[in-house]
């Protein structure tokens, strides 16, 4: 049965806690047993790859104490780069020798009450830097709708970060890839099939503009040289890998420039795409899983004088539904950031911790199939999605302090876990009783795409699911193309599955007339490549029986936003829950109920209703 379902009331005190050995002893903390690879372990890069560019390893001990953001108060000169003749080039901060050990969280994919916990544990493994990606999709959901609220609060963050200890570098894109949904670009943008994502576009640029006119200013007093603790920004994101457009990366530069950024900025790209992804006038980046002799080619090509920062370096990698899950060895993620440290090598670890793709956030790839990234963004990270220490998390720490002129801080505990008894759903709510608690449907000549639908003030609809009912009265080939999963009824009886691989679907012979519906999900859309261009969702062209075109349809639009959920009386009969919801659906539900959307066909289940809440 296609429903949403209430569970019984549960509250957290009710179950019992685990009982953990946190391997805490005054701040030292002890590694637990190592977990086992999925995959076999690469062989060790040898050392002798980094020394044709860096022929003089360091064997010295870091003191950076004096270099943070509680300890810098008179502040000039902000990161910078330095190459003397001697030596290798290096960066440098308030004019002093300084090397950045940067780690990844993303605060959109973080509850806001854990922010803190994961940035001291950053700090306490010996990091001195944050980075993390900004989403515009998720901070501007509707054209000219800005959201910097609650779990999306990103000046919140980044004083956290100060606060703590750590500087922090931005990554504002407008492109961030990430892993979410088409790249974190908002959907509203494919409603004109001549607007050309990631170029000169006038369309693009236009959107472009009004949301930097939004975010920048709000970063502005964040820089360095403002007091604050951004220490770099990004210039978008890997654009070496789509290149469409010579002028965009120009244009972007001097677009954050003109809008008052004033600290060191950057690009990143893979090792393979810095010649094409670079631009004049900003510091380039690299990307890289492991290091070989070549790794430095492409970026000594384009500057020598430089030092090297590793914008992202892959500890671990995303899942997708189908896939087994990505698992890297903790051994050589020690050699590889060893070897950084030995030859004075800036690096960012992607991901220190990855966090959870809440709601309909998580993005796609297609390589000739479709495949949704999962909910889970724990990416074998140096902590786990639900921020606890690993194998890499222990032996990093060792590493860094052994290189540390002064003692780290001390590990923060565990957070605390509980154990919650079975459950069974006691009331649910079938889709087709749900209509009726929805907004008003679109009545249109032809299907509508999603992202076209005339709601949410013009922006149509991001993600969810969409329904087409039309009334028929013979059967025979179905033909729709349907994106991304489809569930086809007669009334309330399903029939047969569309996707990208199966667009005709047989409809029996009809004695009467009956409603045909077409219930279509959106499982993420594309966040790397020239397809983000073509990734709208819904049903995306006419609908036929035996290639009779059919017309006159009731859309309805399936966001599973809370205004649905108040309109049903759930929210009365859950008065205790604390509920947290945005415009990607649920992030997080507590207390006494707990909501399933619709789901498709059991094959399924785990990746388009489980995976949501």
Same mark, same amino acid.
């Given at each position: 049965?296609?429903?949403?379902?209430?569970?019984?009331?549960?509250?957290?005190?009710?179950?019992?806690?685990?009982?953990?050995?946190?391997?805490?002893?005054?701040?030292?903390?002890?590694?637990?047993?190592?977990?086992?690879?999925?995959?076999?372990?690469?062989?060790?890069?040898?050392?002798?790859?980094?020394?044709?560019?860096?022929?003089?390893?360091?064997?010295?001990?870091?003191?950076?104490?004096?270099?943070?953001?509680?300890?810098?108060?008179?502040?000039?000169?902000?990161?910078?780069?330095?190459?003397?003749?001697?030596?290798?080039?290096?960066?440098?901060?308030?004019?002093q020798k300084f090397l950045i050990f940067g780690g990844s969280i993303h605060y959109f994919r973080v509850p806001r009450e854990y922010w803190r916990d994961r940035l001291l544990k950053l700090k306490a493994c010996g990091f001195n830097t944050v980075t993390t990606y900004v989403p515009w999709n998720?901070?501007?959901?509707?054209?000219?709708?800005?959201?910097?609220?609650?779990?999306?609060?990103?000046?919140?963050?980044?004083?956290?970060?100060?606060?703590?200890?750590?500087?922090?570098?931005?990554?504002?894109?407008?492109?961030?890839?990430?892993?979410?949904?088409?790249?974190?670009?908002?959907?509203?943008?494919?409603?004109?099939?001549?607007?050309?994502?990631?170029?000169?576009?006038?369309?693009?640029?236009?959107?472009?503009?009004?949301?930097?006119?939004?975010?920048?200013?709000?970063?502005?007093?964040?820089?360095?040289?403002?007091?604050?603790?951004?220490?770099?920004?990004?210039?978008?994101?890997?654009?070496?890998?789509?290149?469409?457009?010579?002028?965009?990366?120009?244009?972007?530069?001097?677009?954050?420039?003109?809008?008052?950024?004033?600290?060191?900025?950057?690009?990143?790209?893979?090792?393979?795409?810095?010649?094409?992804?670079?631009?004049?006038?900003?510091?380039?980046?690299?990307?890289?899983?492991?290091?070989?002799?070549?790794?430095?080619?492409?970026?000594?090509?384009?500057?020598?004088?430089?030092?090297?920062?590793?914008?992202?370096?892959?500890?671990?990698?995303?899942?997708?539904?189908?896939?087994?899950?990505?698992?890297?060895?903790?051994?050589?993620?020690?050699?590889?950031?060893?070897?950084?440290?030995?030859?004075?090598?800036?690096?960012?670890?992607?991901?220190?911790?990855?966090?959870?793709?809440?709601?309909?956030?998580?993005?796609?790839?297609?390589?000739?199939?479709?495949?949704?990234?999962?909910?889970?963004?724990?990416?074998?990270?140096?902590?786990?999605?639900?921020?606890?220490?690993?194998?890499?998390?222990?032996?990093?720490?060792?590493?860094?302090?052994?290189?540390?002129?002064?003692?780290?801080?001390?590990?923060?505990?565990?957070?605390?876990?509980?154990?919650?008894?079975?459950?069974?759903?006691?009331?649910?709510?079938?889709?087709?009783?749900?209509?009726?608690?929805?907004?008003?449907?679109?009545?249109?000549?032809?299907?509508?795409?999603?992202?076209?639908?005339?709601?949410?003030?013009?922006?149509?609809?991001?993600?969810?699911?969409?329904?087409?009912?039309?009334?028929?009265?013979?059967?025979?080939?179905?033909?729709?193309?349907?994106?991304?999963?489809?569930?086809?009824?007669?009334?309330?009886?399903?029939?047969?599955?569309?996707?990208?691989?199966?667009?005709?679907?047989?409809?029996?012979?009809?004695?009467?007339?009956?409603?045909?519906?077409?219930?279509?999900?959106?499982?993420?859309?594309?966040?790397?490549?020239?397809?983000?261009?073509? +990734? /709208?969702? %819904? $049903?995306?062209? @006419?609908? =036929?029986?035996?290639?009779?075109? *059919?017309?006159?349809?009731? #859309?309805?639009? !399936?966001?599973?936003?809370?205004?649905?959920? +108040? /309109?049903? %009386? $759930?929210?009365? @009969?859950? =008065?205790?829950?604390?509920?947290? *919801?945005?415009?990607?659906? #649920?992030?997080? !539900?507590?207390?006494?109920?707990?909501?399933? +959307?619709?789901?498709? $066909?059991?094959?399924?289940?785990?990746?388009?209703?489980?995976?949501?809440?």
């Amino acid at each position: 049965m296609v429903g949403i379902f209430f569970l019984p009331f549960i509250l957290s005190g009710f179950g019992p806690r685990f009982k953990q050995e946190e391997n805490l002893v005054f701040g030292k903390a002890h590694p637990p047993q190592p977990r086992v690879s999925a995959v076999p372990p690469r062989p060790l890069p040898s050392p002798l790859s980094l020394s044709t560019f860096f022929p003089s390893p360091t064997s010295s001990r870091f003191n950076w104490s004096h270099l943070t953001p509680l300890e810098l108060k008179n502040r000039s000169v902000g990161l910078g780069t330095e190459s003397t003749g001697q030596g290798n080039p290096h960066f440098t901060l308030e004019g002093q020798k300084f090397l950045i050990f940067g780690g990844s969280i993303h605060y959109f994919r973080v509850p806001r009450e854990y922010w803190r916990d994961r940035l001291l544990k950053l700090k306490a493994c010996g990091f001195n830097t944050v980075t993390t990606y900004v989403p515009w999709n998720l901070h501007e959901p509707e054209r000219g709708r800005f959201d910097f609220s609650g779990n999306l609060d990103l000046e919140a963050f980044v004083l956290m970060a100060s606060e703590i200890g750590l500087w922090v570098i931005l990554r504002p894109g407008p492109y961030i890839c990430s892993e979410i949904d088409l790249g974190g670009l908002p959907s509203w943008l494919l409603q004109d099939p001549r607007l050309l994502l990631r170029t000169t576009n006038k369309g693009f640029i236009e959107a472009v503009e009004k949301y930097f006119d939004h975010l920048i200013p709000r970063v502005i007093p964040l820089q360095y040289r403002q007091g604050g603790p951004v220490i770099a920004v990004q210039v978008e994101n890997e654009y070496g890998s789509f290149n469409k457009d010579k002028k965009y990366m120009p244009y972007l530069h001097k677009a954050l420039l003109r809008r008052g950024i004033v600290e060191l900025l950057l690009t990143s790209d893979s090792e393979k795409n810095v010649l094409s992804g670079h631009t004049k006038g900003v510091l380039a980046t690299i990307n890289l899983q492991k290091l070989h002799r070549n790794t430095f080619s492409q970026l000594h090509k384009v500057q020598r004088d430089k030092p090297i920062l590793i914008m992202e370096y892959w500890v671990g990698w995303f899942d997708r539904w189908g896939d087994k899950h990505h698992v890297t060895d903790a051994k050589e993620i020690e050699h590889t950031v060893s070897e950084f440290i030995k030859y004075e090598i800036s690096f960012n670890v992607y991901m220190f911790h990855g966090g959870t793709n809440f709601g309909f956030l998580n993005g796609a790839t297609n390589y000739g199939k479709h495949a949704g990234v999962v909910t889970s963004y724990d990416y074998d990270a140096v902590l786990t999605e639900a921020g606890d220490y690993t194998e890499k998390y222990f032996k990093l720490q060792k590493l860094f302090g052994s290189f540390s002129a002064i003692p780290l801080p001390q590990v923060p505990k565990l957070t605390p876990k509980a154990a919650y008894p079975p459950v069974r759903p006691s009331l649910f709510l079938p889709l087709w009783d749900a209509l009726a608690y929805l907004n008003e449907p679109v009545r249109s000549h032809q299907p509508v795409n999603m992202e076209n639908l005339p709601i949410n003030n013009g922006s149509g609809q991001s993600y969810g699911l969409v329904l087409y009912e039309k009334s028929i009265c013979s059967g025979g080939r179905l033909c729709a193309h349907a994106r991304d999963m489809a569930q086809v009824f007669l009334d309330e009886t399903m029939i047969g599955i569309l996707n990208e691989n199966n667009q005709n679907l047989h409809i029996p012979e009809l004695r009467v007339c009956r409603y045909l519906r077409i219930l279509v999900e959106n499982q993420g859309r594309v966040n790397f490549s020239w397809q983000i261009q073509n +990734e /709208r969702k %819904g $049903i995306t062209g @006419s609908v =036929s029986i035996n290639n009779s075109s *059919l017309e006159g349809f009731t #859309i309805y639009s !399936l966001e599973m936003k809370m205004s649905f959920f +108040e /309109r049903t %009386g $759930i929210m009365d @009969s859950c =008065s205790s829950m604390d509920v947290t *919801l945005g415009d990607i659906g #649920i992030l997080g !539900l507590r207390k006494h109920c707990t909501f399933l +959307e619709p789901g498709f $066909i059991q094959k399924t289940m785990r990746s388009s209703c489980l995976r949501r809440w």
